[in-house]
Protein backbone atom coordinates (compact mmCIF):
# COMPACT_ATOMS: atom_id res chain seq x y z
CA UNK A 1 0.00 0.00 0.00
CA UNK A 2 2.54 2.24 0.91
CA UNK A 3 4.67 1.50 -2.48
CA UNK A 4 1.75 2.40 -4.32
CA UNK A 5 1.21 5.44 -2.54
CA UNK A 6 4.76 6.57 -2.86
CA UNK A 7 4.09 6.13 -6.94
CA UNK A 8 1.21 8.14 -7.01
CA UNK A 9 3.07 10.82 -4.79
CA UNK A 10 6.15 10.91 -7.37
CA UNK A 11 3.45 10.86 -10.40
CA UNK A 12 2.01 13.82 -9.18
CA UNK A 13 4.88 15.66 -8.62
CA UNK A 14 6.30 15.13 -11.69
CA UNK A 15 2.67 16.16 -13.35
CA UNK A 16 3.15 19.20 -11.58
CA UNK A 17 6.87 20.14 -11.73
CA UNK A 18 6.08 19.83 -16.05
CA UNK A 19 3.01 22.07 -16.03
CA UNK A 20 4.81 24.71 -13.63
CA UNK A 21 8.11 24.53 -15.49
CA UNK A 22 6.78 24.84 -18.85
CA UNK A 23 6.07 28.20 -20.06
CA UNK A 24 3.15 28.70 -22.45
CA UNK A 25 3.22 25.29 -24.26
CA UNK A 26 7.06 25.50 -24.57
CA UNK A 27 8.96 21.66 -23.69
CA UNK A 28 12.04 21.65 -21.67
CA UNK A 29 15.23 22.91 -21.66
CA UNK A 30 17.51 22.01 -24.68
CA UNK A 31 14.86 21.18 -26.99
CA UNK A 32 14.82 24.73 -28.27
CA UNK A 33 17.42 26.54 -31.54
CA UNK A 34 18.60 29.70 -31.58
CA UNK A 35 19.48 31.17 -35.36
CA UNK A 36 20.26 34.03 -36.88
CA UNK A 37 19.72 35.37 -40.85
CA UNK A 38 23.51 36.48 -40.74
CA UNK A 39 26.43 36.00 -38.05
CA UNK A 40 28.75 38.97 -39.94
CA UNK A 41 27.33 42.97 -40.25
CA UNK A 42 28.10 46.79 -40.71
CA UNK A 43 26.95 48.84 -37.77
CA UNK A 44 23.64 49.34 -37.95
CA UNK A 45 22.65 46.55 -40.16
CA UNK A 46 19.88 44.39 -38.38
CA UNK A 47 19.84 40.63 -37.97
CA UNK A 48 16.91 38.65 -37.11
CA UNK A 49 16.60 35.88 -34.91
CA UNK A 50 14.16 33.03 -34.31
CA UNK A 51 13.31 30.16 -32.11
CA UNK A 52 12.76 27.15 -33.57
CA UNK A 53 11.10 23.91 -31.83
CA UNK A 54 12.17 20.13 -31.87
CA UNK A 55 9.22 20.01 -34.19
CA UNK A 56 9.84 22.63 -36.33
CA UNK A 57 7.53 24.74 -35.36
CA UNK A 58 8.71 28.88 -35.38
CA UNK A 59 8.30 29.67 -31.37
CA UNK A 60 10.05 32.68 -31.53
CA UNK A 61 7.20 35.17 -30.27
CA UNK A 62 7.30 33.36 -26.74
CA UNK A 63 11.03 34.41 -26.10
CA UNK A 64 13.53 37.31 -25.16
CA UNK A 65 16.43 37.84 -26.62
CA UNK A 66 19.63 38.97 -24.73
CA UNK A 67 23.29 40.01 -25.88
CA UNK A 68 26.22 41.83 -24.30
CA UNK A 69 24.68 44.99 -23.74
CA UNK A 70 21.14 43.45 -22.07
CA UNK A 71 17.85 42.32 -22.86
CA UNK A 72 16.81 43.87 -26.58
CA UNK A 73 13.46 44.90 -27.89
CA UNK A 74 11.71 41.96 -30.18
CA UNK A 75 13.18 39.50 -32.15
CA UNK A 76 15.58 41.75 -34.72
CA UNK A 77 18.05 44.49 -34.01
CA UNK A 78 21.80 45.62 -34.87
CA UNK A 79 24.79 47.21 -33.12
CA UNK A 80 26.18 50.83 -33.31
CA UNK A 81 29.47 49.72 -32.43
CA UNK A 82 32.19 47.08 -33.98
CA UNK A 83 32.80 43.92 -32.03
CA UNK A 84 31.79 40.52 -31.47
CA UNK A 85 28.08 40.27 -30.00
CA UNK A 86 26.96 36.70 -28.62
CA UNK A 87 23.11 36.79 -28.61
CA UNK A 88 20.88 34.35 -25.72
CA UNK A 89 17.00 33.41 -25.78
CA UNK A 90 15.37 32.72 -22.96
CA UNK A 91 11.15 31.98 -22.38
CA UNK A 92 9.44 35.14 -21.84
CA UNK A 93 7.11 32.80 -19.06
CA UNK A 94 9.89 31.63 -17.30
CA UNK A 95 13.71 32.89 -18.04
CA UNK A 96 14.96 29.81 -16.54
CA UNK A 97 14.60 28.33 -20.12
CA UNK A 98 17.11 28.62 -22.31
CA UNK A 99 17.64 27.91 -26.18
CA UNK A 100 20.64 25.12 -26.30
CA UNK A 101 22.87 27.25 -28.22
CA UNK A 102 23.63 30.59 -28.87
CA UNK A 103 24.80 32.79 -31.99
CA UNK A 104 27.63 34.71 -32.50
CA UNK A 105 27.44 38.16 -33.98
CA UNK A 106 30.59 39.76 -35.52
CA UNK A 107 29.87 43.61 -36.24
CA UNK A 108 32.36 45.24 -38.69
CA UNK A 109 33.37 49.00 -38.79
CA UNK A 110 32.10 49.49 -41.60
CA UNK A 111 28.68 50.94 -42.52
CA UNK A 112 27.21 47.65 -44.12
CA UNK A 113 24.13 48.01 -46.67
CA UNK A 114 23.61 52.18 -47.08
CA UNK A 115 20.59 53.67 -48.61
CA UNK A 116 20.54 56.89 -51.28
CA UNK A 117 17.15 59.35 -51.67
CA UNK A 118 16.58 60.26 -54.97
CA UNK A 119 13.83 62.46 -56.60
CA UNK A 120 12.21 63.27 -60.32
CA UNK A 121 12.74 67.35 -59.88
CA UNK A 122 14.52 69.54 -57.69
CA UNK A 123 12.64 72.85 -58.74
CA UNK A 124 9.03 73.05 -58.66
CA UNK A 125 6.35 75.50 -58.49
CA UNK A 126 3.79 75.76 -55.23
CA UNK A 127 1.90 72.53 -54.84
CA UNK A 128 4.07 70.80 -57.80
CA UNK A 129 4.54 67.26 -56.57
CA UNK A 130 7.70 65.45 -56.51
CA UNK A 131 8.32 61.82 -56.71
CA UNK A 132 11.06 60.09 -54.06
CA UNK A 133 12.74 57.26 -54.40
CA UNK A 134 14.67 55.44 -51.53
CA UNK A 135 17.65 52.90 -52.97
CA UNK A 136 19.82 50.47 -51.25
CA UNK A 137 23.54 49.99 -52.24
CA UNK A 138 22.15 46.53 -53.72
CA UNK A 139 20.26 48.74 -56.29
CA UNK A 140 16.95 47.58 -54.41
CA UNK A 141 14.18 49.86 -54.43
CA UNK A 142 12.84 50.35 -50.72
CA UNK A 143 10.78 53.29 -50.62
CA UNK A 144 7.65 51.41 -49.18
CA UNK A 145 9.30 50.62 -46.00
CA UNK A 146 10.84 54.03 -45.36
CA UNK A 147 9.62 57.69 -44.15
CA UNK A 148 10.54 60.65 -46.44
CA UNK A 149 10.42 63.73 -43.81
CA UNK A 150 11.09 67.03 -44.75
CA UNK A 151 12.01 70.59 -42.06
CA UNK A 152 8.45 70.34 -40.53
CA UNK A 153 7.13 66.57 -40.41
CA UNK A 154 7.04 63.00 -41.74
CA UNK A 155 4.57 63.20 -45.04
CA UNK A 156 2.15 60.79 -46.37
CA UNK A 157 3.38 58.41 -49.25
CA UNK A 158 6.45 59.76 -51.41
CA UNK A 159 4.87 61.61 -53.77
CA UNK A 160 3.75 65.54 -52.56
CA UNK A 161 4.93 68.99 -52.51
CA UNK A 162 4.77 72.28 -50.79
CA UNK A 163 1.66 74.57 -50.45
CA UNK A 164 4.61 77.65 -49.70
CA UNK A 165 7.85 78.77 -51.63
CA UNK A 166 11.13 78.00 -50.76
CA UNK A 167 13.67 75.74 -50.13
CA UNK A 168 12.83 72.24 -48.58
CA UNK A 169 15.02 69.67 -47.21
CA UNK A 170 13.52 66.23 -47.37
CA UNK A 171 15.41 63.20 -45.62
CA UNK A 172 14.82 59.42 -45.51
CA UNK A 173 14.31 57.30 -41.90
CA UNK A 174 13.82 53.51 -42.52
CA UNK A 175 10.20 52.58 -40.61
CA UNK A 176 11.81 49.68 -39.03
CA UNK A 177 14.81 51.43 -37.39
CA UNK A 178 14.53 55.05 -37.10
CA UNK A 179 17.97 55.82 -36.29
CA UNK A 180 18.95 54.31 -40.08
CA UNK A 181 19.03 57.04 -42.74
CA UNK A 182 19.67 57.92 -45.99
CA UNK A 183 23.56 59.25 -47.06
CA UNK A 184 22.10 61.98 -48.58
CA UNK A 185 19.85 64.71 -48.09
CA UNK A 186 17.79 66.69 -51.37
CA UNK A 187 16.95 70.22 -51.79
CA UNK A 188 13.77 71.40 -53.16
CA UNK A 189 13.53 74.82 -54.56
CA UNK A 190 10.00 76.09 -54.43
CA UNK A 191 8.39 79.22 -56.34
CA UNK A 192 5.75 81.01 -57.10
CA UNK A 193 3.29 83.35 -55.39
CA UNK A 194 0.52 82.49 -52.41
CA UNK A 195 -0.76 85.06 -50.17
CA UNK A 196 -1.29 84.97 -46.59
CA UNK A 197 -4.25 86.77 -44.32
CA UNK A 198 -3.35 88.58 -41.33
CA UNK A 199 -5.32 90.00 -38.11
CA UNK A 200 -3.92 93.00 -35.27
CA UNK A 201 -5.47 90.67 -32.45
CA UNK A 202 -6.86 87.30 -32.48
CA UNK A 203 -8.25 87.22 -28.63
CA UNK A 204 -10.55 90.08 -28.39
CA UNK A 205 -13.49 90.87 -26.38
CA UNK A 206 -17.43 91.14 -27.93
CA UNK A 207 -17.86 94.15 -30.16
CA UNK A 208 -13.99 94.98 -29.97
CA UNK A 209 -12.83 95.55 -33.34
CA UNK A 210 -10.87 93.50 -35.21
CA UNK A 211 -8.93 94.54 -38.69
CA UNK A 212 -7.68 92.04 -41.03
CA UNK A 213 -4.60 92.34 -44.24
CA UNK A 214 -3.62 90.05 -46.62
CA UNK A 215 0.38 89.81 -47.86
CA UNK A 216 1.56 88.46 -50.84
CA UNK A 217 4.55 86.28 -50.59
CA UNK A 218 6.72 86.06 -53.91
CA UNK A 219 9.14 83.20 -54.02
CA UNK A 220 9.21 83.07 -50.35
CA UNK A 221 9.68 86.86 -49.81
CA UNK A 222 6.55 88.52 -48.11
CA UNK A 223 5.75 92.36 -49.85
CA UNK A 224 5.65 95.09 -47.95
CA UNK A 225 2.26 96.37 -49.33
CA UNK A 226 -1.11 94.69 -48.84
CA UNK A 227 -2.41 92.75 -51.16
CA UNK A 228 -5.37 94.21 -53.27
CA UNK A 229 -9.25 92.82 -53.65
CA UNK A 230 -9.46 90.54 -51.11
CA UNK A 231 -12.54 90.18 -49.27
CA UNK A 232 -12.13 88.34 -45.71
CA UNK A 233 -15.20 87.06 -43.49
CA UNK A 234 -16.46 83.80 -41.74
CA UNK A 235 -15.32 80.89 -43.10
CA UNK A 236 -18.30 79.45 -45.28
CA UNK A 237 -20.41 82.54 -44.62
CA UNK A 238 -20.37 86.35 -44.67
CA UNK A 239 -17.73 88.28 -46.16
CA UNK A 240 -16.38 91.34 -44.94
CA UNK A 241 -16.12 94.87 -46.85
CA UNK A 242 -13.85 94.93 -49.47
CA UNK A 243 -14.18 98.92 -49.57
CA UNK A 244 -11.37 99.95 -46.97
CA UNK A 245 -9.74 98.77 -44.09
CA UNK A 246 -11.07 94.70 -43.60
CA UNK A 247 -12.49 95.51 -40.23
CA UNK A 248 -15.31 93.69 -38.40
CA UNK A 249 -16.43 93.69 -34.96
CA UNK A 250 -17.97 89.97 -33.35
CA UNK A 251 -21.32 90.23 -31.37
CA UNK A 252 -21.20 87.18 -29.43
CA UNK A 253 -18.35 85.14 -27.71
CA UNK A 254 -16.95 82.15 -29.44
CA UNK A 255 -14.74 81.30 -32.09
CA UNK A 256 -14.86 82.59 -35.43
CA UNK A 257 -13.05 80.97 -38.51
CA UNK A 258 -12.15 83.86 -40.86
CA UNK A 259 -10.72 83.42 -44.46
CA UNK A 260 -9.70 85.34 -47.20
CA UNK A 261 -10.61 85.12 -50.64
CA UNK A 262 -10.14 87.27 -54.04
CA UNK A 263 -12.83 87.67 -56.60
CA UNK A 264 -12.90 88.59 -60.58
CA UNK A 265 -15.69 90.54 -61.67
CA UNK A 266 -17.59 87.80 -62.37
CA UNK A 267 -18.02 86.90 -58.97
CA UNK A 268 -15.42 83.73 -59.71
CA UNK A 269 -12.32 82.95 -57.24
CA UNK A 270 -9.08 83.83 -58.35
CA UNK A 271 -6.87 83.33 -55.70
CA UNK A 272 -7.07 82.76 -51.55
CA UNK A 273 -5.18 83.38 -49.06
CA UNK A 274 -3.33 79.60 -47.68
CA UNK A 275 -3.85 79.82 -44.12
CA UNK A 276 -7.33 80.97 -41.99
CA UNK A 277 -7.22 82.63 -38.54
CA UNK A 278 -9.54 81.56 -35.32
CA UNK A 279 -10.55 84.44 -33.72
CA UNK A 280 -11.61 83.83 -29.85
CA UNK A 281 -13.99 86.21 -28.77
CA UNK A 282 -14.27 86.09 -25.19
CA UNK A 283 -17.12 87.53 -22.46
CA UNK A 284 -15.70 90.81 -20.48
CA UNK A 285 -15.70 89.18 -17.65
CA UNK A 286 -17.82 86.26 -15.41
CA UNK A 287 -19.79 88.65 -13.17
CA UNK A 288 -22.98 86.57 -13.03
CA UNK A 289 -21.10 82.52 -13.19
CA UNK A 290 -19.68 82.55 -10.03
CA UNK A 291 -20.26 78.78 -9.92
CA UNK A 292 -18.72 78.42 -13.15
CA UNK A 293 -16.91 75.17 -13.16
CA UNK A 294 -13.04 75.86 -13.76
CA UNK A 295 -12.19 74.27 -17.15
CA UNK A 296 -9.04 72.26 -18.37
CA UNK A 297 -8.11 71.20 -21.94
CA UNK A 298 -6.43 67.63 -21.77
CA UNK A 299 -3.19 67.52 -23.76
CA UNK A 300 -3.01 64.10 -25.24
CA UNK A 301 0.83 63.96 -26.14
CA UNK A 302 2.59 61.67 -28.06
CA UNK A 303 6.36 60.89 -26.97
CA UNK A 304 9.17 58.46 -26.81
CA UNK A 305 13.00 57.84 -25.79
CA UNK A 306 14.20 57.17 -29.53
CA UNK A 307 12.27 60.12 -30.82
CA UNK A 308 14.84 63.41 -31.07
CA UNK A 309 12.30 66.08 -31.16
CA UNK A 310 10.34 64.44 -28.48
CA UNK A 311 12.55 66.93 -25.83
CA UNK A 312 12.12 69.74 -27.65
CA UNK A 313 8.32 69.71 -27.79
CA UNK A 314 7.93 68.51 -23.71
CA UNK A 315 9.64 71.57 -23.40
CA UNK A 316 7.60 73.58 -25.34
CA UNK A 317 4.24 71.94 -23.68
CA UNK A 318 5.68 72.32 -20.00
CA UNK A 319 6.67 76.16 -20.80
CA UNK A 320 2.99 76.64 -22.81
CA UNK A 321 1.42 75.21 -19.65
CA UNK A 322 3.08 76.89 -16.49
CA UNK A 323 3.85 80.56 -18.14
CA UNK A 324 1.53 81.77 -20.60
CA UNK A 325 -1.46 78.92 -19.34
CA UNK A 326 -0.75 78.35 -16.00
CA UNK A 327 -3.10 75.31 -14.71
CA UNK A 328 -5.48 75.52 -17.93
CA UNK A 329 -4.00 72.51 -19.90
CA UNK A 330 -3.64 69.15 -18.39
CA UNK A 331 -1.06 66.91 -20.29
CA UNK A 332 -0.95 63.10 -20.54
CA UNK A 333 1.86 61.43 -22.06
CA UNK A 334 1.09 58.41 -24.56
CA UNK A 335 4.60 57.15 -24.53
CA UNK A 336 6.19 54.06 -26.98
CA UNK A 337 6.89 51.02 -25.29
CA UNK A 338 10.29 50.82 -24.77
CA UNK A 339 13.64 49.66 -22.80
CA UNK A 340 13.21 53.30 -20.95
CA UNK A 341 9.77 53.45 -20.05
CA UNK A 342 8.26 50.15 -20.03
CA UNK A 343 5.13 50.96 -20.62
CA UNK A 344 2.29 48.20 -20.80
CA UNK A 345 1.30 47.19 -24.22
CA UNK A 346 -2.30 48.78 -23.98
CA UNK A 347 -0.50 52.56 -23.57
CA UNK A 348 1.39 51.04 -26.76
CA UNK A 349 -2.15 50.68 -28.28
CA UNK A 350 -3.23 53.46 -27.37
CA UNK A 351 -0.62 55.27 -28.70
CA UNK A 352 -1.03 54.02 -32.29
CA UNK A 353 -4.60 54.53 -31.88
CA UNK A 354 -4.06 57.98 -31.93
CA UNK A 355 -2.03 58.59 -34.91
CA UNK A 356 -3.84 56.66 -36.97
CA UNK A 357 -6.92 58.40 -35.71
CA UNK A 358 -5.60 61.56 -36.31
CA UNK A 359 -3.71 60.52 -39.57
CA UNK A 360 -0.58 61.56 -37.67
CA UNK A 361 2.51 60.20 -39.49
CA UNK A 362 5.34 61.70 -37.12
CA UNK A 363 5.77 62.34 -33.43
CA UNK A 364 6.15 64.01 -31.40
CA UNK A 365 2.48 65.21 -31.60
CA UNK A 366 -0.12 66.68 -29.33
CA UNK A 367 -3.88 66.49 -29.53
CA UNK A 368 -5.91 69.36 -27.67
CA UNK A 369 -9.44 67.87 -26.08
CA UNK A 370 -10.04 65.04 -28.46
CA UNK A 371 -10.54 67.64 -31.15
CA UNK A 372 -8.96 66.57 -34.69
CA UNK A 373 -8.51 70.50 -35.20
CA UNK A 374 -6.32 71.49 -32.67
CA UNK A 375 -3.29 68.64 -33.54
CA UNK A 376 0.30 69.32 -34.31
CA UNK A 377 3.14 67.92 -34.80
CA UNK A 378 5.30 71.37 -34.32
CA UNK A 379 6.28 72.68 -31.14
CA UNK A 380 5.21 76.25 -31.34
CA UNK A 381 4.22 77.72 -28.15
CA UNK A 382 2.01 80.37 -29.12
CA UNK A 383 0.59 78.09 -31.42
CA UNK A 384 0.04 76.01 -28.83
CA UNK A 385 -1.24 78.09 -25.96
CA UNK A 386 -3.94 79.98 -28.77
CA UNK A 387 -5.01 76.46 -29.85
CA UNK A 388 -6.15 75.41 -26.08
CA UNK A 389 -7.52 79.10 -25.51
CA UNK A 390 -9.93 78.62 -28.57
CA UNK A 391 -10.98 74.75 -27.50
CA UNK A 392 -12.33 75.92 -24.45
CA UNK A 393 -13.83 79.49 -25.88
CA UNK A 394 -16.23 76.77 -28.06
CA UNK A 395 -17.67 74.96 -25.22
CA UNK A 396 -18.72 77.36 -21.92
CA UNK A 397 -20.94 74.50 -20.29
CA UNK A 398 -18.10 72.87 -18.22
CA UNK A 399 -18.98 70.07 -16.38
CA UNK A 400 -17.30 69.87 -12.99
CA UNK A 401 -15.02 67.30 -11.17
CA UNK A 402 -13.78 65.83 -7.95
CA UNK A 403 -12.48 63.01 -6.71
CA UNK A 404 -11.25 60.93 -4.08
CA UNK A 405 -9.03 58.45 -3.63
CA UNK A 406 -7.12 56.29 -0.76
CA UNK A 407 -4.41 54.47 -1.54
CA UNK A 408 -3.39 51.26 0.49
CA UNK A 409 -0.28 49.38 -0.61
CA UNK A 410 -0.69 49.09 -3.82
CA UNK A 411 -4.46 49.06 -3.93
CA UNK A 412 -6.08 52.23 -4.90
CA UNK A 413 -9.71 52.57 -4.44
CA UNK A 414 -10.88 56.25 -6.10
CA UNK A 415 -14.49 57.74 -6.15
CA UNK A 416 -14.98 60.04 -9.46
CA UNK A 417 -17.53 62.91 -9.29
CA UNK A 418 -19.19 64.58 -11.88
CA UNK A 419 -22.04 67.69 -12.10
CA UNK A 420 -22.82 68.62 -16.02
CA UNK A 421 -23.98 71.74 -16.40
CA UNK A 422 -26.03 70.26 -19.63
CA UNK A 423 -28.43 67.66 -20.34
CA UNK A 424 -26.29 65.48 -22.67
CA UNK A 425 -24.33 61.75 -23.31
CA UNK A 426 -21.14 61.53 -21.51
CA UNK A 427 -17.82 59.64 -21.65
CA UNK A 428 -15.15 59.40 -18.23
CA UNK A 429 -11.49 58.72 -18.70
CA UNK A 430 -9.41 57.94 -16.17
CA UNK A 431 -5.60 57.46 -16.12
CA UNK A 432 -2.43 56.88 -13.76
CA UNK A 433 0.51 58.81 -14.52
CA UNK A 434 3.92 58.98 -13.25
CA UNK A 435 6.26 61.58 -13.32
CA UNK A 436 10.27 62.17 -12.78
CA UNK A 437 11.18 59.29 -14.56
CA UNK A 438 14.81 60.03 -15.58
CA UNK A 439 16.03 57.55 -18.59
CA UNK A 440 17.92 57.90 -21.61
CA UNK A 441 16.50 60.09 -23.98
CA UNK A 442 17.55 60.61 -28.13
CA UNK A 443 18.01 64.71 -28.45
CA UNK A 444 18.08 65.15 -25.36
CA UNK A 445 21.14 67.33 -23.40
CA UNK A 446 23.34 64.72 -22.42
CA UNK A 447 21.32 61.83 -23.77
CA UNK A 448 18.98 61.83 -20.41
CA UNK A 449 15.67 63.46 -19.62
CA UNK A 450 12.82 63.80 -16.69
CA UNK A 451 9.89 62.43 -18.17
CA UNK A 452 6.72 63.48 -16.98
CA UNK A 453 3.14 62.93 -17.21
CA UNK A 454 3.76 59.25 -18.67
CA UNK A 455 0.30 56.95 -19.14
CA UNK A 456 0.65 53.65 -17.31
CA UNK A 457 -2.68 52.50 -16.46
CA UNK A 458 -6.21 53.22 -17.57
CA UNK A 459 -8.85 52.70 -15.09
CA UNK A 460 -11.75 52.99 -17.84
CA UNK A 461 -10.30 50.69 -20.17
CA UNK A 462 -12.96 47.89 -20.95
CA UNK A 463 -11.72 44.49 -20.41
CA UNK A 464 -12.50 41.71 -23.29
CA UNK A 465 -12.37 41.65 -26.67
CA UNK A 466 -12.91 44.91 -28.15
CA UNK A 467 -14.96 43.62 -31.11
CA UNK A 468 -17.89 42.65 -29.09
CA UNK A 469 -17.62 45.98 -27.02
CA UNK A 470 -20.55 48.91 -27.90
CA UNK A 471 -19.23 51.39 -30.19
CA UNK A 472 -20.21 54.62 -28.40
CA UNK A 473 -16.20 55.47 -27.57
CA UNK A 474 -14.46 53.44 -30.03
CA UNK A 475 -12.51 55.48 -32.86
CA UNK A 476 -10.91 53.84 -36.31
CA UNK A 477 -8.60 51.59 -35.12
CA UNK A 478 -9.78 50.83 -31.19
CA UNK A 479 -11.27 52.31 -27.97
CA UNK A 480 -8.83 55.04 -26.04
CA UNK A 481 -9.87 54.26 -22.70
CA UNK A 482 -12.89 55.86 -22.14
CA UNK A 483 -16.31 54.80 -20.37
CA UNK A 484 -19.52 55.43 -22.07
CA UNK A 485 -21.67 57.11 -19.25
CA UNK A 486 -25.03 57.32 -21.37
CA UNK A 487 -27.17 60.66 -21.03
CA UNK A 488 -26.58 62.64 -17.71
CA UNK A 489 -28.43 65.29 -16.87
CA UNK A 490 -27.35 69.10 -16.30
CA UNK A 491 -26.97 70.09 -12.84
CA UNK A 492 -27.38 66.47 -11.39
CA UNK A 493 -24.16 64.78 -9.15
CA UNK A 494 -22.93 61.14 -10.46
CA UNK A 495 -20.47 59.09 -8.99
CA UNK A 496 -17.98 56.57 -10.15
CA UNK A 497 -16.00 53.86 -8.17
CA UNK A 498 -12.80 52.34 -9.85
CA UNK A 499 -10.42 49.46 -7.53
CA UNK A 500 -6.94 49.03 -9.10
CA UNK A 501 -4.08 47.18 -7.66
CA UNK A 502 -0.78 48.64 -9.51
CA UNK A 503 1.84 46.27 -10.87
CA UNK A 504 5.02 46.19 -9.64
CA UNK A 505 7.39 47.18 -12.56
CA UNK A 506 10.61 45.89 -13.64
CA UNK A 507 13.30 46.82 -14.18
CA UNK A 508 12.61 49.46 -11.84
CA UNK A 509 9.56 49.78 -10.09
CA UNK A 510 7.32 52.92 -9.66
CA UNK A 511 7.67 55.26 -7.65
CA UNK A 512 4.20 55.66 -6.26
CA UNK A 513 4.91 59.17 -4.41
CA UNK A 514 5.61 60.29 -8.38
CA UNK A 515 2.19 58.76 -9.68
CA UNK A 516 -1.10 60.95 -10.43
CA UNK A 517 -4.75 60.03 -11.31
CA UNK A 518 -5.79 62.14 -14.80
CA UNK A 519 -9.63 62.27 -15.31
CA UNK A 520 -11.23 63.79 -17.58
CA UNK A 521 -14.94 63.91 -18.46
CA UNK A 522 -16.43 64.07 -22.79
CA UNK A 523 -19.14 65.43 -24.54
CA UNK A 524 -20.67 63.72 -27.17
CA UNK A 525 -20.70 66.22 -30.23
CA UNK A 526 -21.32 64.55 -34.18
CA UNK A 527 -19.12 67.44 -35.17
CA UNK A 528 -16.50 66.90 -33.70
CA UNK A 529 -13.81 64.23 -35.67
CA UNK A 530 -12.79 61.72 -35.62
CA UNK A 531 -14.66 60.33 -32.72
CA UNK A 532 -17.92 62.49 -31.94
CA UNK A 533 -16.87 64.08 -29.00
CA UNK A 534 -14.38 66.35 -27.11
CA UNK A 535 -12.70 66.76 -23.56
CA UNK A 536 -15.17 68.50 -21.83
CA UNK A 537 -13.04 68.91 -18.56
CA UNK A 538 -10.06 67.66 -17.03
CA UNK A 539 -7.99 67.67 -13.69
CA UNK A 540 -5.42 65.53 -11.95
CA UNK A 541 -4.79 64.51 -8.20
CA UNK A 542 -2.14 62.61 -6.60
CA UNK A 543 -2.93 59.01 -5.43
CA UNK A 544 -4.11 58.88 -1.75
CA UNK A 545 -5.36 62.14 -2.01
CA UNK A 546 -8.63 64.20 -3.12
CA UNK A 547 -9.54 67.01 -5.00
CA UNK A 548 -13.14 68.91 -4.77
CA UNK A 549 -15.06 70.99 -7.56
CA UNK A 550 -13.22 73.90 -8.82
CA UNK A 551 -14.51 76.83 -9.97
CA UNK A 552 -13.48 80.05 -12.01
CA UNK A 553 -11.97 82.99 -10.18
CA UNK A 554 -14.29 85.58 -10.20
CA UNK A 555 -13.05 88.89 -11.92
CA UNK A 556 -14.86 92.80 -11.35
CA UNK A 557 -15.77 94.86 -14.17
Not at 66 to 89: C, H, I, K, L, Q
Not at 312 to 322: G, L
Not at 439 to 467: I, K
Amino acid sequence: MKTNLLLKIMLLAGILCLGSCTPGGEQGEGEYTLSGDKTSVGINEQVTFTVTAEDGRDVTSDWTFSDDTGVREGNRFGWSEPGTYTVTAAGKTNSALKTKNSVTVTVSASEGITYTISCDKTEVKVNEEVTFTVTSSEGEDVTDSWNLCDESMCRVGNKFGWDKAGEHTVTAHSKEDPSIEAENTITITVSGSTYKLYADKDVVYVREEVTFYVREVIDGVEQEEDAYGFEAGIKGGERFSTFGPLKNVFPEAGVYTVDAVKYDYKGEEIARADNTLEIIVKEHDITGYEDRYYRRSLMAEGTGTNCTGCPSMAEIIEYTETYLLPDRMLPLAFHLNDDACNVPISMYRNFFILTNDYEIFAYPFYIIDWNLTYKSTNGDAEALKHNVEASQARYDKTPGLAVETTLSGRDLTVKIKTTPRETAEYFLGAYIVEDDIYTEQSGAEGGMMMQRNVAYYCLTEPEGNQDNLPEEGIGKYGRLGLEPLGTLEGEQEYTYDYRFTIPTHEPIDHNLDNCRIVYFICKADATMEPYGYFCANAATCKLGESQDYEYEPIYGE
